[in-house]
């Protein structure tokens, strides 16, 4: 059975209501010959935004699958696949915040970034956990869930804060 897991929806959002934060004031307080350019760019920079955190995992009985969209691959991102029989360990390496981050690391001395931004994150797991027979206990998400619902609730602020100014 094919399971998929979306990117988690606070990251989505974190992201895009920043992204507006940022770059709805532009349209208006461009210059006159500046401003249809600049809102063709802030409805493509949306786009982008909004599809390069589309990625998603898949897992069925076999492997597991990262994909990315078009987009991403073009900036670099890069589709994967591992036969859970492939996967040897998990291991941690720290990040400068603090948080750990995990890898799939593979027979062939592969590493697959293991994916910690994902809706039903627990359900993800204990499918790694069944189908590798190695300890998911330690694994989360990689930052707090709080952060980044704190990150778009401040970012809406900042939208309110702006349509007020310029409406008013």
Sequence with gaps: MIEKFKTLFFVKSSLVSLYLALTIPIPFVSTDSLRFPSIIAFVIGLY???????DYVETCNNKISYKTSFISKTLGKKNWEISWKDIKLIKSLPTSQGSKIYYFNTHQGDNFLFPQRLENFEK?????????????????????LWTYKLLTFLSVLMIVGELFAFLY
Aim: glycine residues 4%.
């Design 48 to 54: 982008l935004i909004i599809n390069i955190t589309s």
């Design 124 to 144: 993800f797991l204990l499918i790694v956990g069944s189908k590798t027979r190695i300890s998911i206990d330690e694994i989360s998400y990689i930052s707090p």
